[in-house]
């Protein structure tokens, strides 16, 4: 009885200790966010806010700006206005943000603007906020002075209020782009309904600011996630609406490398750096992210040691093209890297390995992420004697390139001995095949 009762709680002791093991393996880390973030789209964004002359309080619904309006809806009534005592003339337009939305009115914040003609005056922006056609309840405007060339205005969701989102209004300049901004005029007198379009020089660029990114760093690894809230209405963990991004640490989120949040929050893992990680919760205003690391998962995105690694074409400093199965006689050592990531440690051993070991090896290094302009003036000023060529995003692609600086190691035939090497590394492993 007493030997069934030890084996007993030696299970139990087992069990326990496997429980806590599993725990450890599966540390939850949490990484704060940084909100109202801008990707890539941001900078490349030509939405236009157009304004349009305010001279009752029905208004003509919202459409697609610069398109006929579908005449069969009805129009919308200003319950109050707001006090715009010191206004002299007055323009409306709308805002997209989903965050308010209810049945009369879905995606678009009704917007007066006063002092709307760019006179020495502070401009005003009243937004309906919470999407009921009554200006005095949505506090105070939003200004902008004669002096001021943008304005950023946030939004806060009117069921969550800590659930934000903002956008960056830019005025247009006189004098700059005038054939073009004379077809936008245009186009819009020709196709806002009864709406009255005053003039492009009064409108606004708009863009938005709907990503957070949570920066993570450790001794081995880093890396940043993004979230990009599509429907726009400040919330960041909408399955199959919001998108998901991770790319190398601290960069700028790529709008071409999003990939869809799938429902169940840890359903939905990424690869980094030789490991995998599932997200096991996303507060819903952007706040933070939470992630564990998988350890038991097999890997798909990374090259297999053994097999041949993928052929590609790149051009040089000099833009004389190659490809890689051109040095399929010789092991290779392709190094990728840029300028703020590459270290004096680099380019000592980038020098060595090609001053020591040409005859047996060719060296290829591939810059990742600079501008071509800016590689050629570090390769002539800096006198690299190293040979420098470009990579770009199909190339890093192939190689499952995470971040930079990396380096592969490939015998010959092109088959892969090591995926990540520095060049003190790379150059270690020569002097000893050397000696031997």
């Known amino acids: 009885m007493a030997t069934l009762y030890n084996t007993q709680i030696k299970r139990l002791i087992i069990v326990f200790l496997t429980f806590c093991s599993i725990q450890l393996n599966a540390q939850i880390v949490r990484i704060e966010s940084e909100k109202l973030v801008k990707d890539d789209q941001f900078h490349k964004t030509q939405s236009i806010i157009p304004i349009y002359r305010y001279v009752s309080d029905s208004i003509e619904p919202y459409s697609k700006f610069g398109l006929e309006i579908d005449s069969t809806l009805p129009w919308y009534k200003i319950n109050k206005l707001p006090d715009m005592t010191n206004c002299t003339d007055t323009g409306y337009s709308y805002i997209y943000f989903a965050g308010a939305d209810n049945e009369l009115s879905k995606g678009y914040l009704l917007t007066l603007i006063g002092n709307y003609r760019r006179s020495r005056r502070t401009i005003y922006f009243f937004i309906d906020r919470n999407n009921d056609f009554n200006f005095t309840n949505d506090g105070p405007p939003d200004s902008m002075t004669y002096f001021d060339h943008t304005k950023e205005i946030v939004l806060a969701n009117r069921d969550i209020p800590e659930a934000k989102y903002a956008i960056k209004l830019t005025r247009f300049k006189y004098g700059e782009n005038v054939a073009y901004k004379n077809l936008l005029s245009k186009h819009y007198r020709n196709h806002s309904g009864k709406k009255r379009f005053t003039d492009i020089n009064y409108c606004f660029r708009e863009q938005r600011y709907n990503c957070i990114a949570a920066h993570y760093k450790s001794d081995v690894d880093s890396f940043t996630i993004g979230i990009k809230d599509m429907n726009v209405n400040g919330i960041y963990n909408e399955s199959c609406i919001d998108k998901l991004y991770v790319g190398p640490y601290k960069r700028e989120i790529v709008a071409e490398d999003l990939f869809d949040l799938t429902p169940t929050i840890n359903k939905n893992a990424f690869e980094w750096n030789g490991k995998k990680y599932r997200f096991e919760s996303i507060e819903t205003t952007g706040s933070f992210i939470e992630i564990t690391e998988d350890d038991k998962a097999t890997l798909s995105n990374k090259l297999e040691i053994g097999k041949k690694a993928p052929n590609f074409e790149y051009f040089n400093v000099l833009n004389v093209k190659h ?75 192939m190689y499952f390139l995470e971040d930079v600086n990396r380096g592969y190691y490939l015998g010959k035939k092109r088959k892969l001995k090591n995926d990540k090497l520095t060049p003190k590394e790379m150059y270690e492993i020569l002097q000893n095949s050397q000696e031997k």
């Open 323 to 397: 490809q890689l199965k051109e040095f399929k006689k010789k092991e290779v050592y392709l190094f990728f890297w840029d300028k703020d990531n590459l270290t004096s440690e680099d380019t000592l051993y980038l020098s060595k390995i090609d001053q020591e070991y040409k005859e047996t090896l060719k060296l290829i290094t591939l810059n990742h992420g600079d501008e071509p302009k800016q590689v050629r003036i570090m390769f002539y000023y800096d006198k690299i004697k190293w040979p420098v060529g470009y990579s770009n995003s199909e190339i890093g692609s």
